[in-house]
């Protein structure tokens, strides 16, 4: 037996010896178990006698052989079953070897595939080792060589395979790390949401409610997913800043002194300096923590950007921020939430000056069809 069959089978198997005359009285099941697995080999060309000599050959090295006389029949061969070598001339009427061997690789791609060709046609040999074959033959056969190369092609293949795995694991651990890092930021980003809700009452929900309706807005303004995500993502943390904001001025009934004012509007930056460390790969939804209170005429906080210079997500999230902010009850104004229309109608008054008015037209059509309604408030 060729020493890579040996090698190949697996290894309880290799050394098993064959059924003798005297075993006839074994179970079935011992019988199946002496049976050799044997390597299936397709051997495709459309002369009958070249394809005699190489069968009968392989069938001697102890390969398992079918024939086939066209590309078109070699395929129906490898659909048929698992079939670990491919030997095919090149040249052939129907489906000559490059398109056979180009529907191997698409199909096929553990079947080991040795192209043969005329001495002549060196350069074929070496197009078919570019577009996939893992080794080729030249006729006249040398019985020696065909063992050989057929040998070392699958002992190729089976590296490419092992190969092959070891990428496709490496891929999937890689991402199953990427998963796992990605679940702790966002239950880091939770814990400080958390945090901040038992700081301040009044914005429990808050960051839930402005997220899924600013992804909601973004997602009617046609921006693609992965902002979409960042959205959503940036629109949960948006207050995380207030974290840094004294309990007794956020929880303050009543209204705010100027001093007290400006020191909770200090929250985007201070958000955005606890968060800029841990997002830099999610630099859209850091970009609406720090800018959520820009305003579209350039009088907002804390850079003054005005018109398309406020990034586009953090237009969506202030105009999701303050239907929110209108229709929860705050500090500020305890029990005194507006109605829907209300707030429409604040919102409508700030067109142009607070809101950009393509967002704001989004949103309110999204309120008017009720994708956008009053969901329910702790407070
Ligand atoms: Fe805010």
């Not at 959520?292 to 202030?318: C, K, S």
Request: hydrophobic share 40%; net charge negative.
């Amino acid at each position: 037996m060729h020493p890579l069959l040996q090698a190949i089978r697996e290894p309880n198997e290799a050394g098993s010896s064959p059924i003798q005359a005297g075993e006839a009285s074994a179970t079935v099941p011992d019988v199946q178990a002496n049976v050799k697995r044997r390597i299936r080999c397709v051997i495709a060309d459309d002369e009958p006698r070249l394809r005699q000599v190489l069968c009968r050959l392989m069938t001697a090295d102890g390969f398992d052989c079918v024939e086939a006389s066209t590309g078109v029949e070699a395929l129906a061969a490898l659909r048929e079953e698992p079939t670990q070598l491919l030997l095919s001339d090149i040249r052939m009427p129907q489906m000559d070897g490059f398109q056979l061997l180009c529907q191997v690789r698409e199909h096929h791609r553990d079947t080991a595939v040795v192209m043969i060709t005329a001495v002549a046609d060196v350069d074929m040999a070496v197009k078919a080792l570019a577009n996939g074959a893992t080794d080729y033959l030249t006729k006249p056969f040398n019985l020696d060589e065909v063992s050989a190369r057929v040998a070392q092609a699958l002992e190729t293949q089976r590296l490419r395979m092992e190969n092959r795995e070891h990428q496709e694991r490496l891929e999937e651990r890689v991402q199953q790390q990427a998963s796992r890092i990605e679940e702790i930021f966002l239950a880091a980003v939770q814990s400080l949401v958390q945090a901040l809700e038992l700081k301040d009452p009044y914005t429990r929900g808050h960051s839930d409610r402005v997220s899924h309706n600013a992804g909601i807005i973004a997602r009617a303004l046609g921006l693609d997913e992965p902002t979409i995500g960042q959205v959503v993502l940036g629109g949960h943390m948006h207050d995380i800043g207030k974290i840094g904001v004294r309990e007794a001025i956020l929880n303050k009934p009543g209204p705010l002194t100027e001093d007290e004012y400006r020191h909770i509007m200090t929250h985007p930056v201070v958000g955005w300096r606890i968060l800029a460390p841990l997002m830099a790969d999610a630099p859209l939804a850091l970009g609406i923590v720090r800018s959520h209170h820009e305003r579209y005429d350039g009088r907002g906080i804390p850079d003054g950007l005005a018109g398309d210079e406020i990034p586009v997500v953090a237009r969506v999230v202030a105009v999701a921020d303050a239907f929110d902010a209108m229709t929860s009850s705050r500090a500020y104004r305890p029990g005194s939430r507006l109605s829907v229309d209300a707030a429409v109608a604040e919102l409508e008054r700030n067109r142009g000056k607070q809101f950009d008015p393509v967002v704001l037209d989004a949103a309110l059509a999204l309120i008017a069809d009720g994708s956008i309604a009053l969901m329910p408030t702790d407070t």
